[in-house]
């Protein structure tokens, strides 16, 4: 078949019809991704809230609650034994890393003690600061958080003034953007606690 | 059949995109810090190559010459963005290790360069020859590379432990190691093929 000539009927005719289709399957593949998309994200978060929330039976999702703190939004996903508050999972996000946001699903119990935490999103450097995974749920030293209430323990690096957990060796930095998240989360934690105090 | 061999071997052995055309550096180096991740890149790459080469030997003669560019990058970004959505949608764990790779693969000089050089002069049989050698060639070279840098930093490869990590170098999954270990592969690559 000869090709076609580069007259400017041609060109608009099969450039367009060419990003027309392009168009319509794209249209249709974000349709047919959509749901999946959506489930996995959601599936993704409450796998999360699971690991990290003492247990619970209603749902966390259902009854999140927001706050703000230094202009970030934490998201607070209590945990009710039956009624009873025993903890919950905070969503905190902290814009102070080495590389981009780092987003961190703090588990708290009922007084505030860390039980666990997820790191969901992260882009330190590799080897380094994306060591926060599993740094500070390490025992050795003073680097895990995990059964420190920030109420007693201060959720600082050793080598800041009065800090009492150690950070990642080379990437502190990293450690204290975790560090004010978990700050942070906790704080949300407690605003929370009030807020439904005030309300009983 | 000789003729279609070589189309394949070509993009695999002589002119190997990565190792003798030097192309697609950034998501070569950007993604290569495991072989496993090397692999998924190559993969995901060498999809969108095969689908965006037999496309445009498809519709070569139905582009008029001044405005094929343009086309073949609607073209290729469309399946990029497809491949985007479906990694999102069924394989998140690909996509967190990825990340920004997959949608940067529209700007990858292989897809553009095989569209230009190849598929829009030849038959949609061999583009399609073209492209599965091509995207062969680039799978492997980032596995290669993958593979070393695993070994030389943490001590693994495709996650089962060689040697303990501690006696790793660092420096090898960071991107300075990613240069070091592919200007050594290359001159490996070009030793063995002058002597053969």
């Known amino acids: 078949m000869k090709k076609l000539a580069s007259t400017l009927p041609n060109m ?22 959509k749901e999946p998309i959506a489930l996995q994200a959601q599936a993704q978060q409450q796998a999360a809230i699971a690991e990290v929330a003492p247990e619970f039976n209603n749902n966390p999702e259902e009854d ?12 607070v996903y209590p945990a009710y034994d039956n009624d009873k508050l025993a903890g919950a999972a905070v969503k905190g996000v902290s814009m102070n890393g080495f590389a981009g946001e780092i987003v961190v699903m703090c588990g708290f119990e009922a007084d505030g003690t860390v039980k666990d935490y997820r790191v ?5 450097t590799p080897g380094l ?26 959720f600082y690096v ?31 934690y407690r605003e929370y606690e009030k807020t439904q105090a005030a309300k009983k | 059949m000789k003729k279609y061999y070589d189309i394949l071997y070509n993009g695999i052995i002589p002119s190997n995109p990565v190792f003798v055309l030097l192309l697609g550096m950034c998501a070569t ?28 030997s498809m519709v070569k003669s139905l582009v008029p010459d001044k405005v094929r560019i343009p086309a073949f990058i609607v073209i ?26 997959i949608p940067l693969i529209v700007v990858n000089c292989i897809l553009l360069g095989r569209a230009e050089a190849f598929a829009s002069k030849n038959g949609i049989f061999e583009s399609f020859l073209d492209g599965l050698g091509t995207g062969i060639g680039f799978t492997l070279a980032l596995i290669l590379l993958g593979g070393v840098r695993e070994i030389l930093g943490t001590g693994k490869i495709f996650g089962a432990e060689i040697f303990p990590e501690d006696y790793g170098m660092l420096l090898f999954v960071l991107a300075p190691g990613a240069f070091i270990a592919l200007g050594y592969l290359i001159a490996i690559v070009n030793k063995i093929r002058k002597t053969c």
Not at chain 2, 41 to 50: D, E, R, S, Y
Not at chain 2, 76 to 94: E, H, K, R, Y
Request: charged fraction near 15%; charge should be negative.
């Open chain 1, 64 to 75: 999140k609650w927001e706050t703000t703190i230094d202009g970030n939004t934490f998201v």
């Open chain 1, 158 to 188: 050793s080598k800041d003034a009065g800090g009492e957990i150690d950070g990642i060796t080379a990437a502190t930095i990293s450690s204290r953007a975790f560090l004010e998240t978990m700050r942070n989360a906790f704080e949300a």
């Open chain 2, 29 to 56: 180096l950007g993604t290569t810090s495991s072989a496993h991740n090397g692999m998924m890149m190559g993969i995901a790459t060498a999809v969108v190559l095969l689908c965006s080469n037999v496309v445009i």
């Open chain 2, 76 to 101: 290729i970004a469309s399946f990029v963005t497809m491949l985007q959505l479906a990694v999102n949608a069924w394989l998140p764990s690909l996509n967190a290790s990825l990340g920004i790779f």
């Open chain 1, 120 to 124: 969901l999103q992260q882009a330190e």
């Open chain 1, 12 to 33: 608009i005719i099969s450039l367009g019809s060419i990003t027309v289709i392009a168009g319509a399957l794209l249209g249709w593949m974000y349709s047919v991704t």
């Open chain 1, 129 to 154: 600061g994306t060591k926060m995974e599993l740094w500070f749920r390490d025992p050795a030293g003073a680097r895990s958080v995990i059964g420190k209430n920030p109420d007693k323990t201060s």
